[in-house]
Structure formats: structure tokens, C-alpha cells
């Protein structure tokens, strides 16, 4: 099945115009937003839907606190469409929606869209680094300055919380054909779609039933500096940060996370691995040294100087 990855996430909200601000600090796009909600797109129309979260026309909450009320796969073709159609259809109910895309559940009850993918074709390059002998940039191309822009390319990845992390990732894999690139001991499984060779699109954490729901998600940025250039600037506006910013063991990709007001955590990743069916999954124990290569720590005053502090008084 050739399954892409995520196209759209939608989410229910109770404050619209607070979610709205975020996701447009964030980097996207808005697109048809009202009072009611809106679509956000990244440089390749992938997205996150925002609605009221009274909307008659959203699946149904999960129960938990979680906000997130579909998933939308895109797909490379009709066939892949009416495989997934056929093959969930075996024991669970496929709804035809007008747009032609189809939806139906997973088995811990993530409500899953399937459509002809949005994705537009990217004309961004990514950040090029110059190296000892092997220049990448040429003569004369700075590599970053103040108001350079920088804006989420694609979506990347959605995390979930689950209750039963066996059965959700036996889900993906035997009925939906997703590989296991990697795996957390004590968490859960790394899972790339066949139509991909990004190192994960969904990581699946094992949690208490209260917790089901989101994560986090993120956009593919254009490289390292973009993800910190654009996380220092969400930080100038007042979001918190959550972790980062820093680099990834499993996958490689930098990252840095924010705290946001849709109930999850939000993401800027880039320089993901990429990897084929050839790649055998490593499985390492769950630890904050497995997590990350690297984390950096914010500091304030990185010099010395101005004189002593008021009242400290003249030298002796």
C-alpha cells in the first residue's frame, strides 16, 4: 500500500482564535479561516484543520483530553485507496466521504482519513553547509542572517499515546503494510508507510488508557538553522519552550518541541534518515541518552563584561 504519510491533522478546540495565532507564529499558512475554524498549510499543502469543538461535522472526542479528531493519510494512488477500503473493510466500517477520500478507525480508536494525497511537489532546497575542502555554498553566500524566512515544508510525523502499544502497532504493520525502522524498550515502535523513506511518520508510546490521544506533531524544516532560527522566534513571541532544542538518535533529525494551545506539543524537525527495506530496526532501552544526541541549554550572558553589580561597592 502506498501510504505517503500524514496529509492533515484536525483537531476540535475550544479557543479557535488562540489556536489560529499559534499555528500562524508557527510558520503556516491560513487558509478559508473564520470564527469557526480554518486550514493551516506548509509549503507542500500538507496541514493542520482547525474546528470549533461543537463542529457537527468532526468525529466524535476520544474521551481523554486529548483534542485530536482525525488523522489524514494521503496515498499515492486509487488502488492504494481501494486497498485500504477493502482490507478494512474485512472487520470494521469504511465510510465513503464526498471528497472521494475514506474513513474508518483504528484499533485503539484513532479516527483515520485516506485520501489522493495534496502533496505539491517542493522547489525548497535544503540548507547547505560548507566543509574543509568541500565547499557547498561558493564564494561570497552567508549561510543565515536576522530576517531571513523559514517556513514548515511538509508534515512530518504525529506521536501517539496508546494503551495497548502491541496492538496499535500490529494495526499499522499487518493490515496497513507500515515497517518498524527503530524502537524505544519501555515505548514503543518507529513506523514508516511503504510509500516513504522518511525514518518514521508515527511513533506509538505505550501509556495508561487516561493518556490516549496526541503527543506531538511536526513540520519538516528546511535544515538546523531554520528549526532554530524559527523556534528563537517563537520564543521571542511567548511560547514556551518544551524540549530542545537538540538532535535525535533515532531518526537524526534536530528538533525542538513548544507547548501549545491545541493540547499537545508541537514540533520543528529536519535532516530526518532515510531509509529503504534493507535497514534492519535497532531496539535500545528508553532513556534520555537514547532520545538524544545532543540538547542545548539557553544562556542568556555568554560574555563577560560591564562593570559591578549596583552596590558592590569600588576595588580594595
Not at 22 to 43: H, K, N, S
Request: net charge negative.
Amino acid at each position: 500500500m502506498q501510504i505517503i504519510g500524514p496529509d492533515a491533522l484536525v483537531f476540535g478546540v475550544d479557543d479557535v482564535a488562540a489556536c489560529a495565532q499559534f499555528l500562524t507564529d508557527y510558520g503556516l499558512t491560513p487558509v478559508g479561516l473564520t470564527e469557526a475554524g480554518g486550514r493551516f498549510e506548509a509549503e507542500d499543502g500538507t496541514a493542520v484543520v482547525i474546528a470549533r469543538a461543537d463542529d457537527p461535522a468532526l468525529p466524535p472526542p476520544m474521551g481523554t483530553a486529548s483534542l485530536l479528531r482525525k488523522t489524514v493519510y494521503g496515498v499515492k494512488d486509487a488502488a492504494t485507496l481501494a486497498a485500504i477500503a477493502n482490507e478494512l473493510g474485512r472487520d470494521r466500517e469504511v465510510r465513503q466521504l464526498p471528497d472521494g477520500s475514506i474513513e474508518a478507525a483504528d484499533d485503539m480508536g484513532f479516527v483515520l482519513g485516506f485520501q489522493l494525497t495534496v502533496r505539491r511537489p517542493l522547489q525548497v532546497a535544503g540548507e547547505a553547509a560548507n566543509a574543509p575542502g568541500q565547499p557547498a555554498r561558493g564564494l561570497n553566500a552567508v549561510a543565515v542572517a536576522e530576517d531571513m524566512p523559514h517556513r514548515p515544508l511538509t508534515l512530518s510525523h504525529v506521536v501517539y499515546f496508546v494503551p495497548d502499544e502491541p496492538r496499535a502497532a500490529a494495526f499499522y504493520t499487518q493490515r496497513l503494510g507500515f515497517r518498524c525502522t527503530d524502537r524505544l524498550e519501555g515505548a514503543g515502535p518507529f513506523l514508516r508507510p511503504a510509500g516513504t523513506d522518511d525514518h518514521h511518520t508515527l511513533f506509538l508510546i505505550q501509556t495508561p488508557p487516561f493518556m490516549k490521544g496526541v503527543e506531538h506533531f511536526t513540520f519538516h524544516m528546511s535544515g538546523p538553522t531554520a528549526v532554530l532560527q524559527s523556534g528563537y522566534r517563537l520564543v521571542a513571541k511567548g511560547y514556551q519552550s518544551f524540549w530542545g532544542p537538540g538532535r535525535h538518535k533515532m531518526g537524526s533529525n534536530w528538533f525542538w518541541y513548544f507547548n501549545s494551545p491545541l493540547a499537545t506539543h508541537v514540533e520543528y524537525d529536519a535532516d530526518m534518515d532515510r531509509h529503504d527495506d534493507a535497514w534492519t530496526a535497532r531496539s535500545v532501552p528508553l532513556s534520555a541518552d537514547a532520545s538524544q544526541a545532543f540538547l542545548f541549554q539557553p544562556r542568556d550572558k555568554w560574555f563577560p563584561g560591564g562593570g559591578p553589580p549596583p552596590g558592590a561597592g569600588g576595588p580594595r
